[in-house]
Structure formats: structure tokens, C-alpha cells
């Protein structure tokens, strides 16, 4: 298995992906803790005033404590709690960072609200929502944990049914996700993320859902070149190698006309947000 018929491929379709998606807006995956939980807020005079941050908390982790004031969040003023709560339902489920001003003791400081995992953002440049809950009495590690939730995730439903696979692939996807958040250098774990990615993108493209195909091919060839980098050994190349002749295969097979529908709506939509 030669690593530069590898390299090849990755050139190919990140030529292709950056023509193709770069016009797409994705959210990351697993959106599940709130970029505001954890903050008890109050009206006052001069902003919104922090009463309480929860230990743990998005806030917590960015520095915020009681007693600062929220000036400004991603560069819109604050002054009541309607102000507040408007922006929060505008971000709910879409942001995974959102940069705030806050004054504290007469003085403005610039802050960034951050949920996402560090480890994974480090290791795989993906933000991706880090786990926020683990069973009580917990025996096994937590990465062993949710890579089990994973593995058990993938069990085929007894009956056919793509919504029940889909359902099964994001839910493997999540947990993998959150096992990596613990053991982010692990290219098994990787490498499961990455070929669920992949069979999604198939059952997608299967269906008729070519956006969504194309979408969850992106992802799956992202942590492919992620563990390319990251290892030399020839079982997880050819592995590598592999998938991504298959999903070759896969996108030789969608018509052009599907692909350039696909980019034109989403250039529309572009130019009307502009």
C-alpha cells in the first residue's frame, strides 16, 4: 500500500470537497449542552449581571464569575433580558463558541464561551460538543464507556429500515465522539468515527439524499486524512486507502446534475444572506 496513491486521493478530494462544500454551512455534530448553561443572570442598569456560575459550566470554563456584566454577545448589545434571551434562542443548537464583552471591575474584557472539546479540536481540528454526562458509579473508564455505547450502537436493527440505521450511525457517531473526547490520540476510535461517517453518507445517497450524502462523505474523509497523518502502520493505511476508493466509487455514481443542484441552492442562499 503506497502512501503516495494515498496522498493522491486526499489531494483529489480535497480539491473536490473545497469546490463542492466549501458553499455549505455544517454544524458540528452532538449539540447538546448549551453555550449559556450553568449562568444565573440578572437585569441591572448598566448590562446583564452574572449572579452565579455553575462549576463546570461553558461559562465557568471561559473565566466568567459572579459579579461580571455582560456588555456585548458576538457584537450585539446587551441590555435587558429580553436582549438576552433572544440571542440565546438564536444560537441554541448552531454555535459552539460565541465570544462575549463583560466588565468587570470598571473594566472591559474580550471573552470567548467555548463548548466544544479541546482535546478533539487539537488532535482532529473538528468542534465537536464534549460530553457532559457519565452514569453514576461509573466502573470502566469513560472512554471505554462511550466507545462501548458505540459499539453497541452499530448492532443492526432486526428489521430493515434505513431510518433505523441512520438513527443507529449518529448515535454510534456521538459516543464514539465523546470516547475521543477522553482518548483523543486513539485512531481505532478514529477510524469507527470516520467509516460510520461513510456508511451514512451511503444510506443518505441511497435514499435519495444527496446533500446529506455528500455532508457525512466530508466528515468521513476529514478524519481519514486525520489518521493518515497521525499513523504509518499498513493495516490502518490500507484501511484508509480502502474507504476512500470506495467513497470514490460512490460519488462517481451520484449524476452531475445532483451534484451542481446541490452547490447552486446552496450559492443562493448564500447571496441572499449577503
Known sequence: MKLRGILNIIRLYTIFFITVISLCVFTSPCLSQGIFSGLIISEKKDGIKIVDVKSGSPGFGAG???GDIVLEIEGKKTKKLEDYVEISREVK???????????????????????????????????????IELPPGLTNSPYEYWVGKGNRSLIRPEREDSEAEVANYNKAIKYFLN????QPESIDTALQIANSYHELGNLHVVNGDIKEGIINYRKSISFYAGCHEKTQKEDYLSIILTNLQEIEKSLSGIESDSLETVTESKRKSVRILQ
Not at 470516547?179 to 477522553?182: A, E, W
Open 179 to 182: 470516547g475521543l473526547h477522553y
Open 93 to 131: 443548537g448552531k454555535k459552539v463558541e460565541i465570544p462575549l464583552v463583560i466588565l468587570r471591575e470598571g473594566v472591559s474584557y474580550d471573552v470567548t464561551i467555548k463548548i466544544y472539546s479541546i482535546p478533539i479540536f487539537q488532535h482532529w481540528k473538528e468542534k465537536i460538543t464534549k460530553p
Open 64 to 66: 466568567l464569575r459572579a
